[in-house]
């Protein structure tokens, strides 16, 4: 631990992977200090780094080196070469390490993508904000890319992808030329501290959008791509599906997750209908027209449905989704009662968001990232813990 933490880079294999990952943020290069492998006055900034950034748990076993191989086959490990076969990151890692070795240059990437019209319509993480199908498979590639990136806000300008933000309705697409020009001078001078020349800027924007930046980011001495420029609608959506790895569909992990959500979706079904003590009247009314409209096109279709018995809330539930169910416990009138339990709205919401964002990539065979695979397993752990201790 002490070798990993506060050594050099002869005697971690860690640090020299963390490296060449931040090699652009920490100016690590890997150098020979009289044959001892050393990273020189930047170890002292990686181990900062560290510090700041890492958390670290143990347990004690007779055989760590079964719990090693176990780990291989049924967690994502991206940062273990050795013994570790099945590592998508694996080549590219390998790679960084051989140039970062040789003194190679890593150029650093950095992707901006624009903002959509259509978004949630509450306050939440920007990444998960908007919600059309062009935005949703831009973050899903940009996010594969494994590299930093932002979005482009007609109002908020340069936009982190974990930065909480309100909905708001503003394009760039209906403002003029010279609020065009003051936006893009705003977004140049927050983008400063994450390019420098030599960075490679993708932009996954519309003219209006990049008009401005793209001659003042090569000015900077930064090189531009634009992949998708000239692209209709449907032929970006067509390139921005094909940037993407096969649907990990069967995943056995995935399978996993998505039945423990399904469990969570049941224990959600079963806290609400007891809480209201089986009242559907008691939810929201626009969530009571849903259910009315998905039980009576069941009804059309299967004359064997009996009706008296979602007159209960128990089963008249069923024809709630699972965002549903979140906004019935997180709704003005309702969260009161459910308080007690789940304590905290905010806390509430963003990891029922985690978890709903890991069950869409599975049920729709999209690409689940690590990022939403991470997230979506810290929101299952979350609603596993509160639900057990609800009950």
Sequence with gaps: MRAHFQGIAESSTLRQTLSCLLAVELGTQLRDDSKTKTFGEQERDLSEWMARNSKVAWVAISKPSLVEDYLFKTVNLPLNLAGNPDNRFGPRLSELRKKNAQGGSLRKRLFLVSCVSDKH??????????????????????????????????K???????????????????????????????????????????????????????????????ERGCRVEVPMKGLRIGEQLEWLTRQQPS???????????????????????????????????????????????????????????????????????EFCDLRELADSIASKSLWPQFQPRFVNKETFLRKFDQMAELRNGIRHSRTVTDIIRMEGQAGILWFEHVLARAE
């Design 121 to 154: 319509d509450r306050p939440m993480r920007s990444r998960i904000l908007y919600r059309s199908a062009w935005f949703q498979k831009a973050r899903e590639y940009v996010e594969s890319q494994r590299s930093p990136w932002f979005i482009l806000s007609a």
């Design 156 to 218: 908020y300008g340069l936009v982190a992808p974990d930065q909480v933000i309100e909905p708001y309705n503003d394009t760039l697409n209906t403002k003029g030329i010279e609020e065009r020009r003051e936006w893009s001078n705003k977004v140049i001078k927050e983008l400063r501290p994450h390019c420098s020349p030599g960075t490679s800027v993708v932009i996954l924007a519309g003219k209006k959008y990049r008009e401005f930046l793209l001659p003042a980011l090569q």
């Design 247 to 317: 649907p990990r569909a069967t995943d056995p992990i995935l399978r996993v997750l998505d039945t423990r959500i399904e469990g969570i979706e049941l224990q959600l079904r079963s806290l609400i209908s007891s809480t209201l003590n089986d009242d559907p009247d008691r939810l929201p009314s626009h969530i009571i027209q849903k259910m009315n409209e998905r039980l009576n096109s069941s009804v059309t279709k299967s004359v064997a449905i009996d009706l008296e018995k979602y007159k209960l809330l128990r089963h008249k539930i």
